[in-house]
């Protein structure tokens, strides 16, 4: 059973920062994807953020210039540094996780067989 426990949530102002982590119960090199979502509390559907196909790290346009992906497979974690913060950031965020390899795209949610639970990230004023 592969198990995800997301940290790291919390409120924030606007041009803020927020480091998120995500410890996995196997080792990070298991996935072939391995990566962060979001959803708002508006009910809208669930966006990626970022995640890693492999080794490539790929960006959404949401967090491009502002959000770091990374990982640390020492410690079978991986992280989402935020940075510069908007209001529209907040939302509950989501690690997730596929072993196998595919060549769909790596922003839809339906091809992580693995999620965890959420942390909240609030920005406000």
């Known amino acids: 059973v592969v198990r995800l426990v997301e940290s790291g949530g919390g409120s924030e102002q606007p041009g803020g920062s927020l480091r998120l982590s995500c410890v996995s119960s196997l080792s990070t090199d298991s996935f072939y994807l391995f990566g962060w979502f979001r959803q708002a509390p508006s009910g809208k559907e669930r966006e990626a953020v970022a995640t890693f196909r492999g080794d490539e790290t790929v960006v959404a346009d949401v967090a491009k210039g502002r959000f770091t992906i990374s990982r640390d497979n020492s410690k079978n974690t991986l992280y989402l540094q935020m940075d510069s913060l908007k209001l529209e950031d907040t939302g509950m965020y989501y690690c997730?996780?596929?072993?196998?390899?595919?060549?769909?795209?790596?922003?839809?949610?339906?091809?992580?067989?693995?999620w965890g639970q959420g942390t909240q990230v609030t920005v406000s004023s």
């Open positions: 997730a996780a596929r072993m196998s390899a595919t060549r769909a795209s790596p922003f839809a949610p339906s091809w992580y067989n693995y």
